[in-house]
C-alpha cells in the first residue's frame, strides 16, 4: 500500500524559511512525477510546485524564486524548500504522485 507523509511544517515568522519533506512508502520515489499543492482557509486548493520523472521542475508565479523542490533518493523523499515567507504562504501543504495523496502538514507563516 502505498503512503505519502508530509512533515515539517510549523509557526515561523516573515522572511523565514521552512523545509518540508514528503516521505513515501510503498513506493520507490527515485522516479516519480511529485506535486506540492497548498489550500489556505476558504480557498481553492491550488499548484505549488511539481518535480516531473526527469527531475524538471514547475512553480507557481507565487512562490518562484522563493521555493524550491528536490529529491533525496537517500529518504525516499521530495522536499520543498521555502524561503522569504509571507503570511500569503499560510495553509496545509500537500504532497501527490498523482494517484495517492498525502494528510498534509500545515504551514502558519505570523509574527
Known amino acids: 500500500q502505498v503512503r505519502l507523509v508530509e512533515s515539517g511544517g510549523g509557526l515561523v515568522q516573515p522572511g523565514g524559511s521552512l523545509r518540508l519533506s514528503c516521505k513515501a512508502y510503498?513506493?520507490?520515489?527515485?522516479?516519480?512525477?511529485v506535486t506540492w499543492y497548498r489550500q489556505a482557509p476558504g480557498k481553492q486548493r491550488e499548484m505549488v510546485a511539481t518535480?516531473?520523472?526527469?527531475?524538471?521542475?514547475d512553480y507557481a508565479n507565487s512562490v518562484k524564486g522563493r521555493f524550491s523542490v528536490s529529491r533525496d533518493n537517500a529518504k525516499n523523499s521530495v522536499n520543498l524548500q521555502m524561503d522569504s515567507l509571507k503570511p500569503d504562504d499560510t495553509a496545509v501543504y500537500y504532497c501527490?504522485?498523482?494517484?495517492?495523496w498525502g494528510l498534509g502538514t500545515q504551514v502558519t507563516v505570523s509574527s
Open positions: 518535480l516531473t520523472t526527469s527531475d524538471n521542475t
Open positions: 510503498g513506493l520507490r520515489f527515485s522516479y516519480a512525477a
Open positions: 501527490t504522485d498523482g494517484t495517492t
